[in-house]
């Protein structure tokens, strides 16, 4: 090019507008990718496996073959236990394990899991899609009769109110206070609408590109669904928003010092119950004559996804 023509080419300085544009853009790049980066770091170093510390141990009814439990406060929980003829929505004292107040169902249907949302409380059934909602406050109406001078005391059955759910199978139950998540015993993490009872969401729930199946009792902690996989003594930790484990709570200790103090009768690990107000943990098992509260903490040794795989997993991969 000609030198004597570089004159007709003049700097023409950018509007502010432009330049404002560009120092906001490169702001706002180097933030997230400083958020991505510590997210992704913390993900590397954070442990999801975890091992567990009974604090407290109460008595629990080694004839409920528990299903769904659920802490409701004062010192009281609910509990749906299983077993044709034998199925049963109860009240019972956390510390004496005593059933306060029962519900018994009919032969034709096997209790499986419970969860209270406000003043309801939601049941669902094994191998039928029928379900039941009771009032939390009084299974049964206790009222004076009007006919006698002396006061007798009658019990008026309550209306239990039934309905049909949308999932494959009736295992497990839990809320957050504003939907319902459901379990079938598949790897199917359902989100039900407690008013019409329809499927609105639904995530695989998955391990490192294992599908955990058998999902079974439910409870909803902390903004994450825990859940029993069934005839292991693992707890999932899972994200409601896409299904991914987020950890694993290890606790075949509680099973195994049951079995070497005499309980030969007693079934799998099944039952979490969370105490939101004074963050206290409870677990239990079928036809398990404890009830623990337990603490969380994460194990110091690191774990391998192969006893994961072994311990928790029931089958391979995708």
Same mark, same amino acid.
């Given at each position: ?10 700097? &023409?300085?950018? $509007?502010? =507008?432009?330049? !404002?544009? %560009? /120092?906001?853009? +490169? ?16 993900? &590397?170093?954070? $442990?999801? =496996?975890?091992? !567990?510390? %009974? /604090?407290?141990? +109460? ?16 010192? &009281? ?242």
């Amino acid at each position: 090019m000609d030198p004597s023509r570089l004159s007709r080419f003049t700097y &023409k300085k950018p $509007p502010p =507008v432009v330049l !404002i544009f %560009v /120092v906001v853009c +490169f702001v706002a790049l180097l933030g997230v990718s400083s958020n991505t980066w510590s997210k992704l770091a913390s993900n &590397k170093t954070k $442990p999801n =496996v975890y091992g !567990i510390e %009974v /604090v407290n141990e +109460f008595p629990h009814d080694h004839r409920a073959f528990t299903q769904g439990l659920l802490y409701a406060g004062n010192n &009281k929980l609910y509990e749906s236990t299983g077993l044709y003829g034998r199925s049963s929505v109860r009240r019972v004292a956390l510390e004496t394990g005593e059933v306060e107040e029962i519900k018994t169902m009919e032969h034709a249907y096997f209790g499986e899991g419970l969860t209270l949302l406000g003043e309801r409380l939601f049941q669902v059934t094994w191998l039928k899609k029928t379900g039941f909602i009771y009032d939390r406050n009084n299974f049964s109406k206790v009222c004076a009769s009007p006919f006698s001078a002396e006061i007798f005391i009658y019990i008026i059955p309550l209306q239990v109110q039934e309905f049909t759910h949308q999932m494959k199978d009736g295992w497990g139950l839990a809320s957050d206070g504003k939907v319902l998540f459901g379990s079938d015993g598949t790897s199917t993490l359902y989100q039900i609408d407690p008013q019409t009872l329809k499927v609105t969401r639904q995530h695989i729930v998955k391990y490192k590109g294992h599908q955990i199946r058998y999902l079974n009792e439910l409870e909803f902690i902390n903004g994450e669904v825990w859940a029993n996989v069934w005839q292991t003594d693992c707890i999932a930790r899972i994200s409601h928003e896409n299904g991914m484990v987020l950890g694993w709570i290890l606790l075949p200790h509680l099973r195994e010092g049951l079995v070497a103090a005499g309980n030969h009768a007693i079934d799998v690990l099944n039952g979490i119950a969370w105490d939101g107000e004074k963050k206290r943990l409870f677990v239990t098992g079928k036809l398990w004559p404890k009830l623990y509260e337990i603490k969380v903490h994460p194990l110091k040794k690191q774990v391998d996804d192969s006893l994961i795989e072994q311990l928790c997993i029931s089958d391979g991969r995708l």
